[in-house]
């Protein structure tokens, strides 16, 4: 074997031994030094911030029927039409009332993602101006105002699944306005304080009821609402009503829950009104 040969060989050999070695201790060598440069040393990492974690979003269906859970479960003042028949609760503390759902003042102010309370009267003004072009609520009614008005913000909650929440700006004609001309006015509304949709309210207007047509207005609202699932409702008992004047409506809700949505009118007073209660 000439001298040239036996280097070659040499050299084969020792590289398959290094090859081997590499193979059997590089990975831990490898390990151990990038180890020793990140021990004792301060990482800055951007990470996403901490409020931005997973929040369930409740689709149309779902707000509507969780409203009308926490409405149904608790003892609210309503509009001055149902004063005969309804309990007063102007001293009910909220936060003591205890149920499967809750329906309670949200005393911490609305958060970044709500309509703020300098904002509620502008945004209930566009909304009643969405239902005016949709036929639902009737053109003559008047604008709102913060002198005139009160909005109170309030949390629904779902208690045995408290992920399932939302919130709600609740914008009343002003109690100091008892003396005022009513006509052409809102009464109450109900207004999703991230949307601003209205899920219900109280109208005065120059109107009848023959004049409206319910039907077309339940499906315009069901439409601005996003609603889906509409059905007639027969009510199995009408004493349970004290509109002179309603037609009722069943929408699917959450899980094996549906929602009861009224559109009625009062005679004598005028007053037309789309309520979840």
């Known amino acids: 074997m ?6 070659q060989n040499s050299a084969i050999l020792f590289l398959t031994i290094f090859l081997l070695l590499l193979s059997l201790f590089g990975p831990e060598q490898m390990s151990r030094y990038k180890d020793h440069g990140m021990l004792n040393q301060i990482t800055v990492e951007e990470a996403e911030s901490s409020g931005a974690g997973y929040r369930y979003t409740l689709n149309s269906n779902e707000k509507l029927c969780l409203l009308s859970e926490c409405l149904n479960h608790q003892v609210i003042p309503e509009s001055e039409l149902s004063a005969l028949t309804r309990v ?26 709500e309509i703020t309370d300098d904002k509620i009267y502008e945004i209930c003004n566009r909304e009643i101006a ?6 639902v609520i009737p053109e003559s009614v008047k604008e709102v105002t913060a002198s005139s008005y009160e909005a109170v913000l ?3 909650i779902d208690i045995l699944e408290p ?23 809102l009464i ?9 949709k209205m899920y219900g309210f109280y109208v005065r207007t120059e109107k009848i009821w023959a004049e409206l047509a319910p039907e077309q207005m339940i499906e315009a609202w069901s439409s601005y609402l996003g609603l889906a699932g509409r059905k007639i409702y027969e009510s199995g008992n009408p004493l349970q009503e004290t509109a002179s004047e309603y037609v009722k409506y069943r929408f699917p809700g959450m ?16 007053e037309l009104f789309i309520k979840i209660v």
């Open 130 to 135: 969405i239902l005016k072009e949709q036929q």
């Open 188 to 196: 109450d509304a109900y207004v999703d304080a991230e949307t601003g």
């Open 154 to 156: 309030y949390s629904a």
């Open 88 to 113: 007063e609760t102007a001293d009910v503390d909220y936060e003591e009332l205890i149920g499967t759902y809750a329906f309670v003042v949200n005393r911490q102010g609305p958060s970044g993602r």
């Open 2 to 7: 000439t001298e040239r040969k036996k280097r």
């Open 255 to 270: 899980k094996d829950r549906s929602t009861v949505v009224t559109i009625g009118f009062y005679e004598g007073i005028n």
């Open 163 to 185: 992920q399932n929440n939302m919130s709600v700006w609740k914008v009343s004609l002003s109690t100091s306005q008892q003396n005022a001309d009513k006509t052409n006015r």
